[in-house]
């Protein structure tokens, strides 16, 4: 027979165990865009919200906003592009304006609540649209780019080309050119389309092939 004090443990325990919600989301952003990462909705008032800030090369940060008290708290969240969305008294929302390729990371909100812990973290993945170009190198070779995208673009032609290279070259700030050459020998082919696929959006290119 259990004696009361452990079933009162066994009880907040179970409780612990029940009121301890953690959802995951992830996120693509893109970049100079405003974006507002939201805390879990609670029925009863958080007595604590605390966004976390977790990014690549950096020492994680914390902001913080206590109810009962209406204090700040663990402040030191020095990058101001980072903010509440809102007055933390009416909405615990975090706001990031405008995303930058430094907001690539982790960003998690945790609720204290008097029945327990309610926690949102968010995988933000910033992408950066390509600039897609076109060109003859030779009469019958053309050289499709998609210049400093994030992630890498993909590049495809039509028709398809009977002889293709393509190279990627990183840049230091995360984003990648990928460039694709390709050269036709049937002379039936005189027009030729490349078309680039990003995740921020999809390009069509065309060009004319001169006679070989
Ligand atoms: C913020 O404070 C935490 C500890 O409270 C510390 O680990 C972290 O390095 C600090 N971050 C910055 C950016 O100062
Ligand atoms: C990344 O670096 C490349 C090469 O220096 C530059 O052209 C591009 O604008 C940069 N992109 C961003 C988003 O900083
Ligand atoms: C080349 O192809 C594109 C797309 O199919 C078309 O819009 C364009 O008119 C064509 N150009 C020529 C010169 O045939
Ligand atoms: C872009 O192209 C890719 C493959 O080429 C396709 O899967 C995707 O649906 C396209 N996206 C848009 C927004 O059209
Ligand atoms: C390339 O095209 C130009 C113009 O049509 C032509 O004068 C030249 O001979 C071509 N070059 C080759 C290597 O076929």
Redesign the pocket.
């Known amino acids: 027979m259990l004696c009361p004090w452990r079933t009162a443990d066994l009880g907040l325990l179970l409780i612990l165990t029940i009121f301890s919600v953690a959802v995951y989301t992830s996120l693509s952003v893109v970049i100079d865009t405003n974006t507002v990462l939201h805390c879990p909705r609670t029925l009863t008032r958080a007595l604590l919200t605390t966004w976390e800030v977790i990014l690549r090369d950096k020492p994680s940060c914390k902001k913080a906003y206590r109810s009962d008290t209406n204090e700040m708290k663990e402040t030191n969240c020095t990058d101001d592009r980072i903010t509440w969305a809102s007055r933390p008294s009416q909405n615990p929302d975090l706001q990031i304006a405008p995303v930058a390729i430094a907001h690539d990371g982790y960003y998690r909100c945790v609720m204290a609540t008097p029945d327990g812990n309610l926690n949102h973290e968010y995988h933000l993945q910033v992408l950066v649209p390509p600039e897609a170009t076109l060109f003859l190198s030779r009469n019958r070779t053309a050289v499709c780019k998609a210049v400093a995208g994030k992630p890498a673009a993909q590049i495809s032609w039509?028709p398809e080309g009977d002889d293709c290279v393509t190279e990627q070259e990183h840049w230091g700030n995360d984003t990648l050119t990928v460039q694709s050459t390709c050269s036709w020998e049937v002379p039936d082919v005189?027009?030729v389309?490349c078309s680039v696929s990003h995740l921020t959006g999809n390009r069509?290119l065309?060009i004319?092939l001169l006679p070989g």
Do not use: A, D, K, Y
């Open positions: 039509s005189t027009n389309t069509s065309f004319e």
